[in-house]
């Protein structure tokens, strides 16, 4: 059985990650709150985005055809929030504002959420 | 009631060119690497324009001109620059509906906002802080009988903006006004969903400001943005969006020791106290519109409304009436003046909106009204189009904890005033809220209580020029609007002055 995960990601938006990657190096991931963009995952060169102490490492994802693992780190405090659901990254046609790498290829990143099972949850705890 | 004709098109009061370069010296200059993008309306999903696809070299070129001119800028006297902005705000006043109109399209929202607040606010601002910039004075403190310090504003120099795609128009000029009014030359990086209008914008009134005071440079955030951002040539940065790109705009600021104004949203709560339905009148008809104002611009404001708590012994009137009044609003043609309701601005807003409107579901929030994307049909059908949405669930939910930005509220009763309070503060940020009620004490307590930059009392999406905007907690730093905003943009320069011709005696 496959181990619970907190993060997921869309073959499409695999297929994205890879592109970027060759593009332009290894990749991390930081999930957005707020306005505008928020609540999308913005995706950087890993170590562009500096995490802290207020941040959390959600999973480190494995990607087919990128050798290191790519981060996904959210705010604690919205971790907090959303630390019931199981975020699933896939990618959609648009024009997202922000940094995010995926931008100049007329796509974004988007998070698609359920709830994590009881199973999962006292796995992931 | 009017239907404009989409611009461009036969019997259109307006036109977008066919393509946009950056706007850099006072004159189009077409980026370096000679890309562009193309630029769709979200009332249809057409292309209407391509749009520079910027670049660092861009940015350079946009501050090279900016520092330029920012000194001379900075000399003029106050009278030279509030009669420019003046000039700027009869220019548009002159404009205004193919303003609005060019507007309408650019980000999908009804031309009847348009017409009566995004524009006519936009105008407003230029002639408060041509007022405000002419009334401001530096203080002096007599220290001792000898000594005297002057406090002087000075501008900063140039400084870099960062516009959201939400209000194109009226967030840039938000940002352009007291920063112009202080003396400051700014490179202004447009939002990549929203390109367009602003150029309009600039072909009526570039001419009234000398070359390279105001630089627009279009493309990507991350090929324009981040140049920007991060350049060691700006002063300050100030941004608008959300708490991702904020926390790295603060991050590339700390790299060069500059300040930032950040403003990153919130999750707004509107508070409706039982005796707002104690009469069937006025006041509660304007109460249930203050509910509903949760729609407006397609609830694409970061201070929306998308938090409702009503007093649980009115609860189940006011949603039947609250429902009702929202099902009436009118969602079309956004270039028709009675659409209430116009386009989301883009296909990702639509698609976060509609992953949000699921994991409600899935967390068990009962969709009152609403709930879908909005098929439109005919020529609207390839546009941007959601449903009002009411929700009924409770503050621990994620529709409750995040900005959709969406037509979309999420309603919850609460027992009491301390509930109330208790409710409305449980979120991570602390933009808007509002309260509601015929008891003024009741207003005051609440009003004061609530950890947000600005409580809207018996009224709500009011944005006069001269009220402080901007956020508690991680809806972001500093505020926009009011006179306060010029020291966002200003140098303190003390001149410490000893009028005593005797030596101290230490030496």
């Known amino acids: ?125 | 009631m009017t239907t404009y004709s989409p611009p461009g098109s036969d019997g259109s009061i307006v036109s977008y060119q066919s393509r946009y370069d950056n706007y850099i010296g006072g004159e189009y200059v077409p980026p370096a690497k000679g890309q562009y993008f193309e630029n769709p309306t979200p009332v249809t999903g057409e292309t209407f324009t391509e749009i520079a696809r910027g670049t660092a070299d861009d940015v350079e070129r946009a501050l090279d001109a900016a520092h330029g001119a920012a000194d001379a800028w900075g000399r003029t006297s106050v009278a030279e620059r509030a009669t420019i902005l003046n000039k700027i705000a009869d220019r548009m006043e002159a404009n205004l509906e193919k303003l609005a109109v060019a507007e309408a399209w650019e980000n999908g929202k009804p031309v009847r906002e348009t017409l009566a607040a995004d524009i006519p606010l936009a105008i407003d601002h230029f002639r408060y802080f041509a007022g405000a910039i002419r009334a401001q004075e530096g203080t002096l403190g007599q220290i001792d009988d000898d000594t005297v310090a002057y406090h002087f504003h000075e501008p900063l120099g140039v400084v870099g903006q960062i516009i959201p795609w939400n209000f194109p128009i009226l967030m840039a000029v938000w940002k352009l006004a007291p920063a112009l009014a202080a003396g400051n030359a700014v490179v202004l990086k447009p939002a990549e969903q929203t390109p367009a209008s602003i150029h309009y914008l600039m072909s009526l009134i570039g001419d009234l400001l000398p070359p390279g005071v105001v630089n627009i440079v279009n493309g990507f955030g991350v090929e324009a943005g981040k140049p920007l951002a991060s350049s060691k040539r700006v002063a300050k940065v100030a941004f608008t969006g959300e708490t991702t790109t904020g926390r790295l705009i603060m991050q590339y600021a700390s790299e060069n020791l500059i300040p930032v104004t950040l403003e990153l949203g919130g999750k707004s709560a509107n508070i409706f106290f039982a005796d707002v339905s104690s009469s069937d009148d006025d006041f509660f008809d304007k109460a249930l519109e203050g509910f509903a104002m949760f729609a407006l611009n397609q609830g694409e404001v970061c201070t929306c409304p998308s938090r409702a708590l009503v007093q649980q012994s009115i609860y189940q009137d006011f949603m039947a009436a609250g429902v009702k009044r929202v099902e009436n609003l009118k969602q079309g043609n956004p270039l028709d003046t009675e659409t209430q309701v116009g386009a989301q601005a883009s296909n990702d807003q639509l698609e976060k909106i509609l992953s949000y409107l699921d994991i409600g579901r899935q967390e068990g929030a009962k969709v009152l009204t609403g709930g879908a994307r909005a098929e439109l049909g005919g020529n609207l059908s390839g546009g941007f189009y959601v449903q009002p949405t009411i929700f009924e669930g409770n503050n621990s939910m994620r529709i409750f904890q995040e900005e959709i930005f969406g037509p979309v509220v999420a309603v919850a009763p609460f027992a009491d005033p301390d509930d109330a309070v208790k409710i409305a503060n449980d979120s991570l940020y602390g933009l808007g809220a509002g309260v509601w009620t015929r008891d003024i004490n009741q207003a005051y307590r609440a009003g004061r209580g609530i950890k947000a930059g600005r409580v809207w009392t018996n009224c709500y999406h009011l944005y006069p020029a001269h009220a402080a905007f901007g956020g508690y907690k991680q809806s972001g730093i500093g505020r926009e609007n009011h006179l306060m905003m010029l020291d966002h943009y200003q140098q303190t320069k003390n001149l410490l002055v000893s009028y005593s011709p005797k030596a101290m005696g230490f030496f």
């Open chain 1, 1 to 125: 059985m496959a181990r619970a995960a907190r993060v997921d990601v869309t073959p499409a938006a695999a297929e994205m990650m890879r592109r970027l990657r060759g593009q332009h190096g290894p990749l991390m991931f930081h999930q957005s709150g707020g306005c505008c963009d928020g609540s999308s995952p913005m995706c950087y060169l890993e170590g562009e985005f500096r995490t802290g102490q207020s941040d959390v490492l959600l999973e480190s994802l494995r990607i087919e055809g990128v050798d290191e693992p790519i981060t996904f780190w959210m705010s604690s405090a919205q971790f907090e929030l959303w630390k019931h659901t199981h975020l699933t990254v896939d990618v959609v046609p648009g024009r997202g504002a922000g940094f995010s790498l995926e931008a100049p290829e007329g796509v974004r990143f988007l998070i698609r959420s359920r709830l994590l099972t009881e199973e999962e949850l006292a796995e992931l705890s």
